[in-house]
């Protein structure tokens, strides 16, 4: 297990304290942090074109505004600089670990992963490089090299903010997310003042860990922060309509989506609005909007940065088409095998009557400890469909106690179960 060479999270009142600061900061511009690192970089390059740092952190600034935006055009952009920075200095350091970074913003994972290792040769202490094997070997289902690179960071700088935050996402795909949020807390303490997207990302984070652990009134006051801090912060707005969807507050749920689709316009995002639409109530638009996430989803199927999970969850569960769906898993199984993708693939193989196999691989997704409802309500379907009570009503009973939004439909399969004789280890459904 990962164990942060840091001293323990102070008083809630000096983080308290920090997001005081943090807000202020905010509100003496309209301009994100990345927006200012991206006019400080083009200045430098007015001033001499052939700076090649400068280019570097114009390329670092554009993968920075990547991430407030969802908008991976901005990756792009860095490559050009990227390209002006190296034909400057061919092979300069900084300039190739950036190159990783992108690699990794178009989920061209297996890439970035050669890049990284080849490049930690070269440097072994460099800090970020382990991040960056990090994130190439969690995307790839490579959980115990991630944990060793992710321990290096650790090791080498301890309490170093990038370090922490990939920690506590190993921490949650192990089970235990306690120790993840500990993490972030740690790391939302070590974010400076002016990075104000660094602090809403963390809070987010924080958010959805708590909303994982049925704590939606602690999910929903981090997630009112990030928002605060940054606003119109997507994946806040996107973990904040997941707690008022389980509240059953739907208009709000909505609006929430409709305001991420409209700041990151993503086939993804379409598609959970689709969904909210449909649980709403309001299925013609709903349909309307499963179409155009369909339409959207296909034009990027055979790219690596790609909305395939949820286009396998669309044929499986809403289209009922499942030969589709599971053309689109194993073509994504084929080049990633991490825990959701593993699940999307068990589910797309149950769909189609493969149970055998379905509960191998989502078995296998389990085996790495991640808790979330979503997986241990398909692994209690698969389970069911191949036969094995107890172990369905062991999967179930799990989505169950997690209490989120998934959670719901574990219950009502539990429910029916109770209704069935046979021997039951649910006597008691979590309400």
Not at 107 to 125: G, V
Not at 162 to 177: I, S
Not at 294 to 312: F, G, H, P
Not at 323 to 347: C, G, I, K, N, P
Request: charged letters at 25%; proline letters at 4%; one cysteine or more.
């Amino acid at each position: 297990m990962l164990v942060p060479m840091v001293r323990r999270l102070s008083s809630f009142a000096t983080v308290f304290l920090a997001l005081a600061a943090l807000r202020a900061v905010w509100g003496e511009t309209k301009f994100s942090p990345a927006e200012r690192s991206i006019t400080a970089a083009n200045r430098l390059i007015e001033n001499n074109r052939k700076n090649f740092g400068a280019y570097n952190a114009l390329a670092l600034a554009l993968c920075r505004r990547a991430r407030e935006t969802a908008d991976v055009n901005y990756y792009s952009q860095a490559e050009e600089a990227l390209a002006k920075s190296l034909a400057i200095a061919p092979g300069n350091f900084d300039g190739r670990r950036t190159e990783i970074w992108v690699l990794l913003g178009k989920h061209q994972f297996t890439a970035a992963l050669e890049q990284a290792r080849k490049l930690n040769r070269e440097m072994p202490d460099d800090v970020m490089v382990y991040g960056f094997l990090t994130d190439a070997n969690v995307e790839l289902g490579n959980y115990q090299d991630a944990e060793k690179a992710a321990q290096w960071m650790l090791d080498l700088r301890p309490g170093n903010l990038p370090g922490l935050t990939r920690a506590a996402y190993l921490r949650e795909l192990f089970g235990d997310p306690a120790g993840a949020l500990e993490l972030m807390n740690m790391a939302l303490e070590s974010s400076a003042p002016t990075e104000v997207e660094d602090a809403a990302w963390i809070l987010t984070q924080m958010g959805h860990l708590q909303f994982g652990e049925g704590r939606t009134e602690q999910a929903e006051r981090s997630l009112e922060r990030a928002l605060t801090l940054f606003p119109s912060y997507q994946y806040a707005l996107g973990n904040l309509a997941k707690v008022r969807m389980l509240e059953k507050r739907y208009p709000e749920a909505l609006r929430l989506l409709r305001e991420r689709y409209e700041s990151a316009p993503r086939a993804e995002n379409l598609f959970d609005l689709a969904e909210a639409l449909m649980l709403a109530g309001q299925r013609e638009e709903g349909e309307r909007t499963f179409a155009e996430f369909e339409a959207k989803s296909l034009l990027e199927t055979y790219r690596a940065d790609n909305s395939n999970r949820q286009l396998i969850l669309y044929y499986c569960d809403h289209a009922h088409q499942p030969r589709r769906a599971l053309e689109v898993a194993e073509r994504e199984f084929a080049s990633r095998q991490d825990v959701y993708t593993l699940d999307s693939y068990a589910w797309a193989l149950h769909r189609n009557g493969q149970n055998q196999p379905a509960r191998r691989e989502i078995e296998r997704a389990l085996d790495v400890g991640v808790h979330d409802a979503r997986l241990f309500r398909h692994a209690g379907e698969i389970a069911l469909a191949g036969g094995d009570r107890a172990a369905a009503e062991k999967y179930l009973l799990r989505a169950a106690e997690l209490n989120t939004f998934d959670s719901e439909p574990a219950r009502s399969i539990l429910a029916n179960l109770r209704k069935i004789p046979g021997r039951s280890f649910s006597p008691e459904i979590p309400q």
